[in-house]
């Protein structure tokens, strides 16, 4: 069952705008991490937030989470042709074991 | 090694035969996952092996589905009697034990049951 659904599905900016894509999930959290995807391939890891945060930055990308409204948002800012991908949160939820369970994810285009 | 290896790249298959697909995680990585992506659509969880522990299969869809792994290394997942809605990208990545990290993930399977 998914556990993180991201808003919107799909996403279209013209290069230099922001970005910004949102998860919401059910139960509570050891940490959210976010992923990226080119061409339905392999998921690269970009950031992990843990419950105890709020806000964390790498790079372009800043990352919140709400625990109290079950939320975290990704921003990417002054965004490139190269960030056309999607984009998926993931959910450590508190149990005994380390599995990640995955949103829809965010279709991202931006346009040269 | 550097990253997670999956093979074959693409398989396809005729409906009814098994497959096996392979996956070798990042040396000393202590935790491996399979995932199953559907067109378009969100990472499914299948299968999850832990060191030594027993795994959490509680995902795998149906009796059709079973893996292994061996030790810390390798694992096969294995699909009996495939049927077209079987057709997806079947995705392995590793991570070690702690919680702190993100996974690793190879570049997948695509799958294809004719």
């Known amino acids: 069952s998914q556990q993180g659904e991201e808003d919107p599905q799909a996403l279209s900016i013209q290069e230099g705008e922001n970005a910004t894509m949102n998860c919401s999930y059910k139960t509570s959290i050891n940490n959210l991490q976010w992923y990226r995807q080119n061409s339905g391939r392999g998921l690269v890891h970009l950031i992990l937030i843990r419950s105890n945060e709020r806000e964390k930055h790498s790079g372009r990308l800043r990352v919140t989470l709400d625990t109290s409204k079950k939320s975290s948002s990704l921003l990417i800012t002054a965004s490139r042709a190269a960030d056309t991908a999607s984009y998926f949160c993931a959910t450590d939820k508190v149990d005994s074991s380390y599995k990640l369970i995955f949103g829809s994810g965010t279709r991202l285009l931006v346009r040269p | 090694g550097a990253g997670v290896s999956q093979s074959p790249s693409n398989k396809v298959t005729e409906k009814g035969k098994d497959v096996e697909l392979r996956c070798d995680p990042i040396s000393g990585h202590t935790a491996l996952y399979w995932y199953r992506q559907r067109l378009g659509q969100g990472l499914e969880f299948l299968i999850y092996?832990?060191?030594?522990?027993?795994?959490?299969k509680s995902g795998l869809p149906s009796d059709r589905f079973s893996a292994e792994r061996t030790g810390e290394s390798v694992s096969t997942l294995t699909i009996q009697r495939t049927q077209q809605e079987d057709s997806a990208v079947y995705l392995c990545?590793?991570?070690?034990?702690?919680?702190?990290?993100?996974?690793?993930f190879g570049s997948g399977t695509r799958l294809t049951v004719v």
């Open positions: 990545a590793s991570s070690s034990r702690d919680r702190g990290v993100g996974y690793t």
């Open positions: 092996f832990q060191g030594n522990s027993a795994p959490d």
